[in-house]
């Protein structure tokens, strides 16, 4: 090989590796790759063709070299990306054994003539080089002349061969890079949606409850317009826990490592819930878990904790309940909550209004919702959820 274009060639890979290295997409990458290919065999056309899985090879990157006055006019990068070249055309061939393969004219040549695409009519020059890492072939680097120019020389074809070789080592490292970054960004947004609800959705839900008692307890004391408004300080804390509840719902649901199906542990859910409800109540209501609670869904496991938290508010606000009974049970038909207090039941109208949307999560979610409340019996909430 010249040693000029060699230098040239280590000059590119050194440039593509800090590019890779600095957590670019490998898909910008791949466009480096195939530009300075071409730039190197002095091609008019580079093209980087990734195998699929029957055999054909689809353009991934392409890359017009503008210096050449040949080039079509108005052509741009993204014209051929997607075209999709027979397993039996060069490119395919050089995809799928590993070996190069360079012709004068690939319009005439017998072993490429029938498979040139008509969007790479007017080239003529041809050559095609293994594209991978590791040993595994994923495409062809291709660089393409047009018609009455040179040849690409053997040397060149020398470097095309170990500039795709290192190209696709640089991509290798690039897709770890870029996979490693996402894997830190999904840890990160667990992180944030973990401590607005363990921490931030905790402390809201304290607060409300709290000043609710006050609200309870001191409304002989309250004008009537101070009662108002600390109703409406208590609605404004409910409305923002189902804002951050939401927005935890989205940081987490996009994420392929922590996506709705992701086990989580909701016993531990289910004491953090009951030990709060237990501060708030003045006693500890008593918690019987039955069955193994590890490996629940996220989602299913939310609608469960939703479930609780709401009869646990019930019982805080309206029970007036001296003893509460939360049993959790996890068997082959899924999820059962009970909740179970001995207070004076739910006022008409709470029940409508503060319940109803679990009734509407058990049924989009495939489960049943019952409740049973007299001022004589006390309450029964029953959430049931199968899993699959």
Known sequence: MDPTLAARALSAATEITSTALSGDDPGAVLDTVVARAAELADADLGLAMVSAEDGRVVVEAAH?????????????????????????????????????????????????????????HGYGPFAAAPFGSGGRVLGALTVYRKQGREPFSAGTVEMLVAFAAQAG??????????????VALYEERERIARELHDVIVQRLYGAGMQLDRVRRNMRKRFAQADGV??????????????EIRGTVRALRSP????????????AESARGEVRIAGELLGYPPTLELSGEFADIPAESADHIRAALREALSNVVRHSGASETRVTLTRDSGGVKLRVRDNGSGVPQGVATRGLRHLAERA????????????????????????LA
């Not at 408004?229 to 189902?242: K, N, V």
């Open 64 to 120: 017009y070299a503008a210096a050449h006055p040949a080039t079509p006019e108005g052509e741009t990068d993204a014209t051929l990306r997607g075209l999709a070249l027979s397993a039996d055309s060069a490119a395919g061939r050089v995809a799928r054994g590993g070996e190069p393969v360079a012709s004068a004219d690939f319009t005439v040549d017998p072993r490429t003539a029938p498979y040139v695409p008509a969007e790479l």
């Open 169 to 182: 080592v640089v991509l290798a490292l690039a897709e770890g890079a870029n996979a490693r970054h996402r």
């Open 229 to 242: 408004r600390l109703s409406d300080a208590i609605d404004q804390l409910d409305q923002t826990i189902e």
């Open 255 to 266: 994420e392929p490592r922590h996506d709705t199906g992701t086990p989580t542990d909701l």
């Open 363 to 386: 049924d989009a979610a495939g489960g049943k919702f019952f409740l049973n409340s007299s001022p004589s019996l006390g309450t029964l909430v029953a959430f049931d959820l199968p």
